[in-house]
């Protein structure tokens, strides 16, 4: 549509009506040339693929942007900026590569875009960086649903309809302004409850490794936890321990006021990032609608290691045992996300995060960070668990940094007077064993001789069993009454 200027005739002021008419009309056919315009389309081209990593030149973008790239068939590819190199960016793909071809054009993804992956946006120049960072469904719609690291539906239970999004990455809260935690949350496990104790707000490691336990006592406390909502995020997991821990461990029960984010082991490291910020960012929607939340993430070893292979193709150096110094730097920056909101708000994140310590080593570095930023941590013994000792908790290697802000001083000596005639009687087990320990040479020990049946049977709980705070505190007083 073209549009004629008018034109000025100074020697005609009587037709100032007739030429503010033209200037309307002039205006007018304007404003509709721009509104059937077509804007320009903003595009890369792809020119590397290497390993993991894509390369594309072409195309200026922020680091922690989406993108999509188009395949000469009709498919795309979505992706995510993680860092550039002169006028070269670096991108990491969520799914498979297959069908990728030099030359592939690049270009930035809409928020609408991110989420309709059969619909194709165009970049607009004119959006803010921020509009173009990675959005994610949230909302009450996603309660009692199964999501994998991007937000789409993996029960089949059809479409989310969630109204809202938020970014997948968001800034902690200042720490001058999160309430300090001083509630109490029932875990509905008897040793967490008693000696453990766990504070709304708090964030808390569960130490363990292969085919300890783990799943199972995760399982026991999102299901006979006193929180009003359960967000579990299964971070690198094999496949099928997927499905049977929603179907056994979980059960309908839990899985009713609970939302679930999969990203399995095969799942590409993108997407395994992308999940445990996802879970911390549906966390973090129902805490600031005053909520009290258990974030449950199995495991941060996973998104350690997600973060390393992304890391290491983009040509960081190792550091530690071959994580780069970002994994470092990552943790942090997902672990403080959590935790209590703003004071009066009401809203919590207790959060339960798993560390897998590779040959029972409790210095692996992602275990030896993780306990440094972290607000305490439940270890699990494979000894224990070979015993039968259910839940395997290692009572002398746990501890909770913020039980003395929980329970009164008179239960505070009733779990240190536990763990030293508990810890008495194992460092002198083999004397008792072969009958070297004369009693009566240590008073102390002679009690926990006496008292261990009863202890170690306080220690034990089946997976079918709830324990409530009250009477795990009533138990406690009783054994030393």
Wanted: proline residues 6%; neutral net charge; contains cysteine.
């Amino acid at each position: 549509m073209e549009a004629s200027k008018p034109s000025i005739d100074s020697a005609n002021p009587a037709g100032d009506s007739a030429l503010i008419a033209r200037w309307r009309k002039y205006l007018h056919n304007c404003t509709e040339a721009v509104g059937t315009a077509h804007p320009w389309l903003v595009a890369g081209r792809l020119t590397r693929v290497a390993g993991l990593v894509m390369e594309a030149v072409g195309i200026r973008l922020a680091v922690g942007s989406s993108c999509v790239v188009y395949l000469p068939d009709g498919h795309d590819v979505d992706a995510e900026v993680v860092g550039f190199s002169g006028d070269k960016l670096f991108l990491m793909p969520s799914a498979d590569v297959y069908g990728l071809v030099p030359g592939a054009r690049v270009v930035a993804a809409e928020p609408e875009r991110q989420h309709i992956p059969h619909i194709k946006v165009p970049f607009y120049p004119h959006r803010r960086t921020e509009d173009r960072v990675r959005q994610v469904p949230v909302g009450n719609e996603l309660l009692g649903r199964i999501l994998d690291g991007t937000g789409r539906p993996l029960d089949m239970l059809g479409p989310l309809n969630a109204e809202r999004r938020v970014p997948l990455q968001s800034r902690p809260i200042n720490p001058l302004n999160r309430a300090p935690i001083r509630d109490v949350l029932d875990v509905g496990v008897r040793a967490i409850n008693a000696l453990l104790t766990v504070g709304r707000g708090q964030r808390m490691g569960l130490f363990a490794g292969s085919g300890v336990g783990k799943s199972i006592l995760l399982g026991m406390m999102a299901r006979y936890t006193s929180a009003d909502v359960i967000v579990v995020g299964l971070i690198g997991e094999r496949g099928r321990e997927v499905k049977e821990f929603i179907e056994n461990i979980l059960g309908e029960e839990g899985l009713a006021r609970s939302v679930v984010v999969a990203a399995p082991a095969d799942a590409p490291p993108l997407q395994r990032l992308h999940g445990a910020s996802y879970a911390t960012a549906i966390a973090e929607f129902f805490r600031d609608e005053g909520k009290s939340v258990l974030l449950i993430m199995d495991s941060l070893t996973r998104y350690a290691m997600a973060q390393r292979e992304i890391a290491l193709a983009i040509g960081e150096p190792p550091a530690t045992k071959g994580y780069p110094p970002s994994v470092f730097a990552k943790l942090p920056q997902l672990v403080e996300r959590a935790g209590n909101g703003h004071p009066g708000s009401g809203g919590s994140i207790t959060a339960f995060y798993t560390v897998l310590t590779e040959g029972d080593d409790q210095q692996d570095p992602i275990a030896d960070s993780a306990r440094a930023i972290l607000d305490g941590h439940v270890v699990l013994s494979r000894a224990l668990s070979d015993q039968g000792h259910y839940p395997a908790i290692d009572i002398e290697a746990s501890i909770s940094r913020a039980i003395t802000e929980l329970i009164p001083l008179d239960e505070l000596d009733l779990v240190r007077r536990f763990k030293l005639l508990y810890s008495r009687f194992q460092r002198n087990r083999d004397l008792i064993n072969v009958g070297a320990y004369v009693r009566g040479s240590d008073p102390l020990l002679d009690q926990a001789i006496e008292m261990y049946p009863k202890l170690e049977a306080f220690l034990q709980q089946g997976m079918r069993q709830r324990e409530d705070y009250a009477s795990c505190r009533q138990q406690l007083a009783e054994l030393f009454s």
